[in-house]
């Protein structure tokens, strides 16, 4: 545990470590801010290879007493019995579920492929409702719905399981059998959890596409997985406006053969086509089946869903997750992280279709018997404090949100959280993109009132659930940093050559051996898999594609993906840091950072920032911004290019893509935009930068 003298910082919370000059860095690259060399780089042999580590952050935060007094875990003992025994530990987590009968063995590990639980039976919708109701537990609140024009629904476990089993059975009529692939193409409705549930209860795996991808995406990823049926709805809200989803999805099924039947929730009302013999509507299906429906035993190794990312070029990878160590895994972090008690109102602000909302919205919270919130609709509308809004009237304790999100928040200014009441909340957490310490600050000090903890929760898709991150009640926190390992998960950085670089150095972000929801293939690509998470290093090394690096208390700093790494005159730069460092900045919100090349210096940094509400971007705020950065982390991460927009371009889940900005800066034609949220922000940048308006160049 850490103990840390208190300084005298603003924050009360805050404690500065002292003793390290650098602390969380180890030996600093450049020399100290006021030394004579101040900037200039010093040689670091060894690590000049390795991503440097430029960016200085001391600010600690210490769990509060009264939070670690009620905490699930409130000493250190689980790391210890985890990393004694991690398979008996395991083991453990997974007797918190119900099996129909129990494993033979917790994990075979043939390397890189592995199983958990091999033997053992269960069905993880039975584990989400059945047992909770069956427990006496049917009337508690399972989602406090509200959609975006307004309206509200309490859904308690005991309506959820009827309404699974309805839909289960209506499945079931039209032909969806044990084993089935099955797509499911809907906005933020309560459907959509009843779908995925009604799927997992009769052995189907879903495929849900996101609700605001195109007909294109939607046919592909139907196609890669052989589905045979596609829930959907008329349309979906959003901003007002209506997502028409059923004529998008009638436009991709020109050219999906294995489609026999759309099944179609009702939710804007609008006209759209209806082809007799296959399409159903929704309630029509469900209005004559029974509530009851037998849940299928599943194998803990049979397919639980698919889920597709955009990899970073070519075709969409099926991401398959499998049922007992999903499951186990997910309910076990929910519960630990998030700290859940009895009385909690927990919201999980992700959007369903990214797979945060699968293990966080969906299966983690529906195994510990927990409240919910879900939100249709756009955080700025009807105005920019719905969130709040919604926050105060469900009286929300844990709130988890993406730095995207936060990072819009500081942009509209603190006015709107201010209007409300946010008292009820005593836990925050972070996922999606590594959180600049002042995007972490802001949510700690204006959503959290400063009494919260901050969870900065590493995964991915692939990993299916969190892998680094705090527990609340025993975590000293630092702004910027996912901290540990969970309890069991084995990590590194390694270098190039796969050695680890220990404390203090930058690298390759690993895992070395399984844990239970790792995700078992990519769906009809094994050698994709194989190739993607396991081709670095060798097969019992698990690559995650993200560049890290630990500092003396051995915590970890995610940097960003490795391909975004830049190379600045010998040197490697994580865009992370120098985006911190500008966010660090009071007149920035957002910034991204990519390079171009350079004849003198390799790679010219270029900087797209966006201001908060009230600044404007001139050619001194150009200047002061490069100069912070000098000052913040060194002149080697000084931007060559400053360029101020309105927006940036992100995926669905908030992630900025730096792959377009790089095509923008380099003035190259811009690659595959249609996994974007917002495709019109490119073009305008496009634009802005082809005509020289906007940008400050050195
Ligand atoms: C959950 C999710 C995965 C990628 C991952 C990272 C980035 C996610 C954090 C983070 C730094 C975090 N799944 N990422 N969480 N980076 N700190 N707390 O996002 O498959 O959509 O993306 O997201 O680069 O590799 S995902």
Not at 414 to 432: F, I, M, N, Q, W
């Amino acid at each position: 545990m850490l103990s840390s003298p208190r300084h005298g910082c603003k924050y009360p919370a805050c404690h500065l470590r002292h003793g390290a000059g650098w602390p969380g860095l180890g030996r600093p690259p450049y020399d100290a801010p006021g030394s004579p060399n101040e900037g200039v780089l010093v040689k670091v042999s060894d690590a000049e290879r390795n991503i440097e580590a430029l960016l200085s952050e001391e600010r600690v935060f210490e769990p509060p007493e009264d939070f670690r007094a009620r905490a699930i875990v409130r000493d250190d003992s689980i790391y210890e019995r985890a990393d004694a025994d991690h398979e008996a530990y395991w083991a453990e987590q997974a007797e918190r579920l119900s099996w129909f009968s129990r494993w033979d063995t917790v994990m075979e590990w043939t390397p890189p492929w592995v199983k958990w639980f091999a033997g053992g039976t269960l069905n993880a919708s039975y584990n989400c409702l059945d047992r909770h109701v069956e427990a006496g537990g049917g009337d508690k609140v399972a989602f406090h719905w509200e959609g975006e024009p307004g309206e509200e629904r309490t859904i308690t476990y005991a309506d959820l399981l009827q309404e699974v089993c309805r839909f289960a059975n209506g499945l079931r009529s039209i032909g969806v059998q044990k084993g089935d692939r099955v797509a499911i193409y809907l906005g933020m409705i309560p459907e959509l959890p009843v779908a995925m549930l009604a799927c997992a209860r009769i052995g189907a795996a879903h495929s849900v596409v996101f609700g605001g991808f195109s007909a294109e995406s939607l046919r592909d990823r139907i196609n890669d997985a052989d589905a045979k049926v596609l829930i959907t709805a008329d349309g979906g809200y959003r901003r007002g406006q209506v997502v028409p989803l059923k004529q998008n999805a009638d436009e991709s099924l020109t050219e999906c053969p294995s489609i026999e039947h759309v099944v179609t929730v009702r939710r804007t009302g609008g006209d759209h086509p209806f082809t007799p013999g296959r399409d159903v509507w929704y309630h029509e299906l469900v209005a004559d089946q029974p509530a009851v429906c037998e849940p299928e035993h599943m194998e803990a190794e049979d397919l639980l869903y698919l889920l597709y990312t955009s990899g970073t070029t070519g075709k969409p990878k099926g991401i398959a997750h499998t049922t007992g160590g999903y499951l186990t895994q997910v309910a076990a972090t929910h519960r630990l992280i998030f700290d859940i008690h009895d009385d909690d109102v927990y919201w999980c602000a992700a959007d369903i279709g990214w797979v945060t909302g699968h293990s966080y919205i969906v299966y983690g919270p529906l195994a510990n018997h927990t409240t919910g919130i879900i939100y249709e609709g756009a955080p700025d509308w009807p105005d920019k404090d719905r969130l709040w809004q919604i926050a105060e009237k469900y009286r929300a304790t844990i709130l988890y949100t993406a730095p995207t999100a936060i990072r819009a928040f500081m942009r509209w200014g603190t006015e709107y959280p201010a209007k409300h009441d946010l008292s009820s909340l005593r836990l925050l957490g972070s996922v999606g993109e590594p959180i600049n310490p002042e995007a972490w600050i802001w949510y700690w000090k204006y959503i959290g009132g400063e009494r919260c903890p901050v969870v900065d929760t590493w995964w991915q898709t692939e990993t299916g659930a969190i892998l680094i991150t705090p527990l609340p009640g025993i975590t000293a926190l630092k702004p910027g940093s996912a901290t540990l390992p969970f309890p069991g998960i084995l990590a590194d950085v390694l270098d190039e050559q796969g050695h680890s670089v220990g404390l203090g150095g930058g690298g390759y972000l690993v895992l070395k051996r399984p844990w239970p929801s790792i995700a078992r293939t990519i769906w009809g690509d094994p050698d994709r898999y194989v190739q993607t998470y396991f081709g670095k290093f060798g097969t019992d090394t698990y690559v995650a594609g993200d560049g890290a690096k630990r500092d003396e208390d051995a915590y970890y700093w995610l940097l960003g993906r490795i391909d975004d790494v830049m190379n600045v005159a010998g040197h490697r730069l994580s865009t992370y840091e120098i985006e911190s460092a500008l966010v660090d900045n009071q007149k920035v919100a957002e910034a991204a950072v990519v390079s171009r090349p350079d004849d003198l210096v390799g790679e010219a940094i270029v900087a797209f920032v966006t201001l908060k509400s009230g600044f404007e971007g001139t050619e001194g705020a150009a200047t002061e911004l490069r100069d912070h950065v000098a000052t913040k982390i060194g002149k080697i991460a000084r931007p060559h290019g400053i360029i101020f927009t309105n927006d940036l371009p992100k995926t669905r889940s908030g992630k900025i893509m730096r792959r377009l900005l790089r095509d923008v800066a380099r003035g190259r034609p811009l690659g595959d935009v249609t996994t974007l949220a917002n495709a019109e922000v490119v073009e305008q940048i496009h634009t802005m930068v082809e005509s020289g308006a906007g940008s400050g160049e050195e």
